[in-house]
């Protein structure tokens, strides 16, 4: 059984990840999160590790992961592969918590390039 400080390096290694990834402009993927991130913890663990991670990520930064759509193309063949498979996200990105009304305020405050370098350029 795996101990609670197992899941919680797993989630601040899963932040790390996020922010790197939000940093070079890529999505997080499900299957890069398996290996180095969750290495030693069975896949079970995937959801409270995500949840914690989104945790940290929201008190610390005020950004959350949020799922990314997928395509229909690929979506319409998985459903037909896996009728009754749940349908779970495989690639997030992360999203600012801010009230719109404090955002406005970075707007006025942050120079065009500290802007898109924390992410909020792109809402």
């Given amino acids: 059984m795996e101990g609670d400080s197992e ?3 797993a989630a601040v290694n899963l932040t790390r990840y996020a922010l790197a990834c939000h940093a070079s402009g890529k999505p997080i993927k499900r299957e890069d999160i398996r290996g180095p991130v969750m290495a030693g913890l069975n896949s ?3 959801r409270p590790v995500f949840d914690l991670a989104n945790a940290f990520l929201e008190e610390d930064f005020a950004l959350k992961m949020v799922a ?3 395509h229909e193309k690929k979506a319409a063949r998985s459903e037909a592969k896996n ?3 749940s349908k779970t996200a495989n690639r997030w990105v992360l999203q600012s918590v801010l009230p719109d009304q404090a955002r406005e305020r970075l707007d006025m405050v942050l120079a065009k390039d500290e802007k898109s370098i924390l992410g ?4």
Wanted: hydrophobic letters at 50%; proline letters at 6%; charged letters at 25%.
């Fill in 68 to 70: 990314l759509p997928q």
């Fill in 44 to 46: 079970r663990s995937f």
């Fill in 120 to 123: 909020f350029a792109a809402m």
């Fill in 83 to 85: 009728a009754n498979a």
């Fill in 7 to 9: 899941k919680e390096r």
